[in-house]
């Protein structure tokens, strides 16, 4: 029995060693990254008892990705790695000016291929929380009705949902497709995890007051927009509040802040930290991630995060 159940897909991250672009860059460094295996690893990081399943290739990329979110601590007996389709690939592109890009190979991938019939259903209703993005609904119409089974799985038995929408547009094929599946999805959800960016495309809003009302209006009691190297924006409703976020110098890449973000936050919760002091631990474990230009080494352990938000009593209740 695990505190957080998550589930999505996982894939070998091609980190390259240099910034410029990817025609030319020959060095890179084998990792693997997947939004919600990178909460998973935050969360056994800060000591947490979290599982992570998903559809994995049996080819060596899967044994590799298993491995890793093994070896990090996560409960891995339900991942699936016996599929004859390939394990998901990605290549980062790093420019000296503007974002990081993505190349994804994940189309026809082993872990689009999950269905409903393979949730571990015993597994998902001992959770206290089930933790779902926008991505895995993404990837095809079975891994959408994986995700809404899930849902109601965690309903019928009590398990808190908590959903980060991450938006990625490449894998919808509309604005309007977005908008209705995970507005549809966030409806469902008990905590929304969206930023500014997501607010936008979902509600047509950025002002963060204005997209926290709109999760609470279709159904979560907690909302939580992420405001990047400014904090978050936290409601339930009755009452609203802007956490700032700890300084950081060092910010190399933002990819995987939000994953850190939901790991930190959830972690809170799971420790019976109120909402503010909830969203402090995810602003400073999503701080972190930054520091680093892959998508999971800079989640920090307890006594880093700690040392960091230099404030012991963020860990009492
Ligand atoms: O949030 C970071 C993730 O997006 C990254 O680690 C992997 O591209 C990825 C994905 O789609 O999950």
């Not at 894939?11 to 990178?38: C, H, S, W």
């Not at 790093?94 to 991938?109: I, K, M, T």
């Not at 950025?206 to 709109?214: F, G, L, N, T």
């Not at 080494?297 to 700690?306: A, D, I, V």
Request: proline share 5%; aromatic share 8%.
């Amino acid at each position: 029995m695990v505190d957080v159940v998550t589930f999505g897909e996982a894939m070998v991250f091609m980190n390259p060693q240099k910034v410029g672009p990817l025609t030319y860059i020959t060095d890179f460094k084998k990792r693997m990254g997947g939004a919600e295996a990178n909460v998973a690893i935050g969360l056994a990081r800060l000591g947490h008892e979290v599982g992570w399943f998903g559809k994995l290739g049996k080819d060596p990329h899967g044994k590799y990705i298993e491995n890793f979110i093994r070896g990090e601590g996560v409960d891995t007996q339900h991942i699936l790695c016996d599929s004859e389709l390939p394990t998901g690939l990605y290549f980062k592109e790093r420019s000296a000016v503007g974002e990081s890009r993505f190349h994804h190979y994940r189309h026809g991938s082993a872990a689009s291929d999950f269905h409903p019939e393979d949730l571990p259903v015993e597994y998902i209703s001992d959770a206290k929380y089930l933790h779902i993005t926008g991505i895995f609904p993404a990837l095809s119409d079975n891994c959408l009705a994986t995700t809404r089974r899930a849902i109601e799985i965690a309903k019928e038995n009590g398990v808190r949902i908590s959903f980060d929408p991450n938006v990625r547009g490449q894998l919808w094929e509309s604005e309007g497709e977005i908008r209705s599946v995970l507005n549809n999805l966030l409806s469902q959800a008990d905590i929304a995890l969206p930023g500014v960016g997501e607010g936008k495309r979902l509600f047509g809003t950025d002002d963060p007051w204005k997209i926290a009302s709109e999760c609470l209006d279709r159904g979560p009691d907690t909302a939580v927009v992420k405001l990047g190297p400014e904090g978050a924006l936290v409601s339930n409703g009755k009452s609203t509040e802007c956490v700032e976020a700890p300084n950081l110098e060092h910010e190399v890449d933002p990819v995987g802040a939000g994953d850190g973000f939901a790991a930190g936050f959830l972690a809170g919760r799971l420790e019976g930290l109120n909402l503010s002091r909830s969203v402090r631990l995810g602003n400073g474990v999503g701080a972190l991630a930054t520091t680093v230009t892959s998508d999971v080494e800079g989640l920090p352990s307890r006594t880093e995060l700690n040392t960091f938000l230099r404030n012991g009593e963020l860990t009492t209740k």
